[in-house]
T-cell receptor, first 115, second 113 residues
């Protein structure tokens, strides 16, 4: 049973370009979460999605960041006009059910470097 | 909002030493609590969890007990190995429709042979 898959694993973008990060949840999971990990920091929650719905985006920056989880295909985290401060590791997690009792399974992350 | 505080690292121990990594939380209601481990260059792996007061989570020799009276979830292991070297994250989830985990900053554990 494949785990959570993320690609690319490493992404380099110049300032002002767009970054697209992809996440395929574990088989049978319909809940996806995105987190950002800045250097020497813990993970910060960004957004929680179910198929075709954003459930909670309270951790998303108001500008330049968007996320989707279409009916078919992976979840996408999109960062427009990247800046150096966006350099971080972005992790996706999935769960079979929402709610506080259920563990989230994490992918290997995408390490974004903005030059 | 929720917050999680864990001891600063790095923590350096000799092989077979006893390990404690402290974790305390603040939350509305009664959150579920988790410990995750991150090896270099990898994502987070769930180590153990507890969903209610006095529950003990355990896995691979690690244990943590959900203490509501002290709002703590300290991670312990009786005899650490070099392969336990990693970064350990304590996390909470209060749910309520917002199911994002709240993480501590992580504790880097180094085990020397």
């Amino acid at each position: 049973n494949a785990g959570v898959m993320q690609n690319p694993r490493h992404l380099v973008r110049r300032r002002g370009q767009e970054a697209r990060l992809r996440c395929s949840p574990m088989k049978g999971h319909s809940h996806v979460y995105w987190y950002r990990q800045l250097p020497e920091e813990g993970l910060k929650f960004m957004v929680y999605l179910q198929k075709e719905n954003i459930i909670d985006e309270s951790g998303m920056p108001k500008e330049r960041f968007s996320a989707e989880f279409p009916k078919e295909g992976p979840s996408i985290l999109r960062i427009q006009q990247v800046v150096r401060g966006d350099s971080a590791a972005y992790f996706c997690a999935s769960s079979s059910t929402g709610g506080l009792y259920y563990e989230q399974y994490f992918g290997p992350g995408t390490r974004l470097t903005v030059t | 909002g929720d917050s999680v505080t864990q001891m600063e690292g790095p923590v350096t121990l000799s092989e077979e030493a006893f390990l404690t990594i402290n974790c305390t939380y603040t939350a509305t209601g009664y959150p579920s609590l988790f410990w995750y481990v991150q090896y270099p260059g990898e994502g987070l792996q769930l180590l153990l969890k507890a969903t209610k007061a006095d529950d003990k989570g355990s896995n691979k020799g690690f244990e943590a007990t959900y203490r509501k009276e002290t709002t703590s979830f300290h991670l312990e292991k009786g005899s650490v190995q070099v392969s336990d070297s990693a970064v350990y994250f304590c996390a909470s989830n209060s749910g309520g429709g917002a199911d994002g985990l709240t993480f501590g900053k992580g504790t880097h554990l180094i085990i020397q042979p």
